[in-house]
C-alpha cells in the first residue's frame, strides 16, 4: 500500500513563496535544501502527516523551470513512501506504468525517488520515495 508523503508545488521564487506558505499554513518551513541531481532549491512545511514541498527550479531551462513555464506555478506531483523503491518499481513496470528513470536517484529529505509517467496516471505526476538507509 502506498502511504501519502508529500504534495510537490512548484513555485518561481522560494523568497516570495516560503513567507506566503509560512501564512497560509500556519507553519513554519523546516527546511530548505539544493537538490542538485533535479537541478531544484526545495523547502519544506509540515501540515498534520503530510509535507509540503515548495519546488523551484536553479536553472532557466530546467524541468520546473519548463513546468511553470507550460503551466504557471502550482501542483507538481504527489509523492508516496514506500518501504522497498526497487520492488515498487518492478511491481509498477509490471503493471504497465512507465518510470521515467530506471534507477532511483537521490531526492530531497534524504529520499530515494522515482517518478511514474504522468500519462499512465490520469495526468497526475507521481512520485515514489523511500528513505535512505
Same mark, same amino acid.
Given at each position: 500500500?502506498?502511504?501519502?508523503?508529500?504534495?510537490?508545488? !512548484?513555485? #518561481?521564487?522560494?523568497? +516570495?513563496?516560503?513567507?506566503?506558505?509560512?501564512?497560509?499554513?500556519?507553519?513554519?518551513?523546516? /527546511?530548505?535544501? /539544493?537538490?542538485?541531481?533535479?537541478?531544484?532549491?526545495? !523547502?519544506?512545511?509540515?501540515? =498534520?502527516?503530510? #509535507? *509540503?514541498?515548495?519546488? !523551484?527550479?536553479?536553472? !532557466?531551462? =530546467?524541468? *520546473?523551470?519548463?513546468?511553470?513555464? #507550460?503551466? =504557471?506555478?502550482? %501542483?507538481?506531483? +504527489?509523492?508516496?513512501?514506500?518501504?522497498?523503491?526497487?520492488?515498487?518499481?518492478?511491481?509498477?513496470?509490471?503493471?504497465? %506504468?512507465?518510470?521515467?528513470?530506471?534507477?532511483?536517484?537521490?531526492?530531497?529529505?534524504? /529520499?530515494?525517488?522515482?517518478?511514474?509517467?504522468?500519462?499512465?496516471?490520469?495526468?497526475?505526476?507521481?512520485?515514489?520515495?523511500?528513505?535512505?538507509?
Amino acid at each position: 500500500m502506498l502511504k501519502p508523503e508529500h504534495i510537490g508545488i !512548484a513555485v #518561481k521564487d522560494l523568497a +516570495i513563496s516560503i513567507p506566503l506558505f509560512e501564512k497560509l499554513l500556519n507553519s513554519q518551513c523546516y /527546511k530548505t535544501e /539544493k537538490v542538485e541531481s533535479e537541478g531544484v532549491n526545495t !523547502a519544506f512545511f509540515k501540515t =498534520g502527516d503530510t #509535507k *509540503i514541498e515548495l519546488l !523551484a527550479s536553479t536553472d !532557466a531551462t =530546467g524541468v *520546473i523551470a519548463r513546468f511553470i513555464e #507550460k503551466k =504557471g506555478e502550482g %501542483f507538481h506531483h +504527489i509523492a508516496f513512501e514506500v518501504n522497498d523503491i526497487y520492488a515498487e518499481m518492478e511491481r509498477l513496470k509490471n503493471e504497465g %506504468f512507465i518510470l521515467l528513470n530506471e534507477i532511483p536517484r537521490p531526492g530531497a529529505d534524504n /529520499k530515494l525517488i522515482c517518478f511514474l509517467h504522468p500519462k499512465n496516471t490520469n495526468g497526475v505526476l507521481i512520485e515514489l520515495c523511500q528513505q535512505k538507509l
